[in-house]
């Protein structure tokens, strides 16, 4: 008999067809490897050498205005730029290139040098949502761009260079492969069954209840079943929208108010600002119709045990598949008990 | 006119089928975030603490023989246990699980606590080698065992909690995701031309010769076309070889002396001790044949700029596709002059 809180087993990941290995017996391992420093430095609400924070010089020579809510903009340092030719290059189908143009901007969620999403009113975080949707509509309608990415690095230890709370979106021309993965999974899932894949999954997971976060009457925030990083958590709307174009009024309040529990559950958890990556995934902007895509938020955050031990995805990681110890479901109930925390 | 060297694109990964976004032109951008202790800690010969050394108590209450080259034992917080039922559970093909049984083994290189394989003699990396191959032919041979994963994790930057030079093997019931796209693809180029597909591709290397880092008799260690972390290598033997078990005595000396060559070269780069996540890819040990198999190593350090300065696969590359600034031809450019240095 299988006991998942006990054996080693693996599990499918419904959106990417991926596996992730769990080994709950090897919690108790000790720690002897590195360790992170904690992150205590204040940190002023203006930083006169930030490059985000209201009139502030940036590195293209631009003086930013005195925003008071939110402000976007160029990337000065775009990996993706707009003219770049599309030509491609293919040696007997093994040495494959092909030109990517695309977007990059920069989203700053307050002039505030110093707050976080966890710590921001929800009708702030409102104001986010809404500029991202604006933001992507205006790529969506862009024939350069074939999909469009909202993502968040949270903190040092996830590569963030700038505590300023801000976001990036990359418009690609192309599909970026874990978009292509979760259209393939999603397309097929309603080929074969008549149905949304995730609502058919939220519907299974609101029934059972035990790897939900928390909810509203618009959302739904829970650690799912195949999740690879300790504390991942998905976002998911509860009626199936395939982007942010289609949200109203109340679903970017419910969105905003989601992304404010959860972001408050993981300061709670080790009691230390949470580190990681955040983005949300939506149906590719290549003008076609995508009635299998339903608009989600993934969160992947490094730490394991405390504010100081992070999991490491490396060797059988990155050269066989993903590997956790805590299961989904402890980590679910953990996260809830954070949020009374 | 695409220019490889200087315009955003992406890269066709022919082993997996994935795509990598290269952006060269932005290796200008100023580096403010977080930077890594430099490891400059004198390492002694024999460490009373470490379970690794000689003679030593390990966690399970075993002392370790007093080994005088390598030395292999079952791992005491084994991921994998070999007793595991191997129960599937389905719910609506979204909640997805499968018992997965299995065998972890630790390898020691060497008595020596401070040797690592970048300073160990061939001679004494060929009882290494060797060694891998008798473990894979055991682990083969078991009806519980259908892929075997040899992997290095060095350094504390990779997650190793023990310096003591080792590795370690897992050994999986089911082929773990990186491997089944690798299957896939070699069985698809098989199928299609008739020819395998890493003899082809290092084929086409050897011609044009700028991703080549070091070569021997029997093996070439490049820099992959698509290679995502940023001095990535994959070490390929000349003759087509599908696992260890079809090794001679050459083909065992030449992998050790190539790995040899691109640990040396690693560790002169940025003159440290390099860290890295390193392994092996062979035919899955399901019995059956696998002619399309092409043995291979893949060597994956975070190291971008110096000592201190890695890569972050973060936001874009977690939610989209990996990404990286410098090209693969001026990693391959820069590692072969670092086998002078
Ligand atoms: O078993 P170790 O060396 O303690 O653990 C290390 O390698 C494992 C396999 O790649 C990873 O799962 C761990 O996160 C890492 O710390
Ligand atoms: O653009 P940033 O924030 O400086 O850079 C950060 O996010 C990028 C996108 O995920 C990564 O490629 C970089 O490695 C990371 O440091």
């Excluded at 010089?57 to 730029?81: K, S």
């Excluded at 975080?125 to 909202?150: C, H, S, T, Y």
């Amino acid at each position: 008999m299988l006991r998942l809180q006990q054996d080693s087993h693996r599990r499918l990941n419904s959106l990417t067809g991926e596996w992730v290995l769990v080994s709950p017996h090897r919690t108790s391992r000790p720690w002897q490897g590195q360790t992170e420093a904690r992150e205590e430095i204040a940190i002023p609400a203006y930083d006169p050498g930030c490059y985000l924070c209201p009139g502030n010089l940036r590195a293209n020579g631009d003086r930013n205005p005195a925003y008071e809510d939110v402000f976007v903009f160029d990337n000065d340092y775009a990996a993706l730029l707009p003219d770049t030719p599309r030509e491609q290059t293919d040696e007997a189908g093994l040495i494959v290139a092909a030109g990517e143009p695309g977007r990059c901007r920069v989203v700053c969620f307050s002039p505030r040098h110093d707050l976080t999403l966890s710590r921001m009113p929800v009708a702030s975080i409102e104001k986010v949502v809404a500029l991202w949707r604006n933001e992507f509509m205006r790529l969506d309608a862009d024939p350069l761009i074939g999909a469009v990415q909202i993502f968040e690095n949270r903190g040092p230890m996830m590569g963030a260079s700038n505590p300023h709370p801000h976001c990036q979106i990359w418009a690609t021309h192309s599909e970026p492969n874990e978009l292509m993965k979760e259209s393939t999974r999603q397309r097929d899932h309603l080929g074969h069954r008549g149905s949304c894949l995730l609502c058919d999954y939220l519907a299974l997971e609101l029934e059972k209840g035990e790897r939900i976060v928390c909810e509203n009457d618009g959302f739904v925030a829970l650690v799912p079943f195949w999740a690879t990083w300790p504390f991942e958590t998905m976002l998911l709307p509860r009626r199936h929208r395939g982007a942010l174009d289609e949200f109203g009024a109340d679903d970017i309040h419910a969105l905003a108010d989601i992304l404010s529990g959860v972001t408050r559950a993981y300061d709670n958890l080790f009691s230390t600002p949470f580190p990681y990556s955040m983005g949300f995934h939506q149906r590719p902007s290549d003008g076609g119709a995508h009635p299998h895509w339903h608009f989600h938020g993934h969160f992947y955050p490094p730490l394991l045990r405390s504010a100081t031990i992070r999991k490491f995805m490396v060797g059988f990681e990155l050269l066989g598949s993903p590997q956790r110890d805590i299961t989904a479901e402890s980590a679910a109930e953990r996260l809830r008990a954070a949020i009374k925390g």
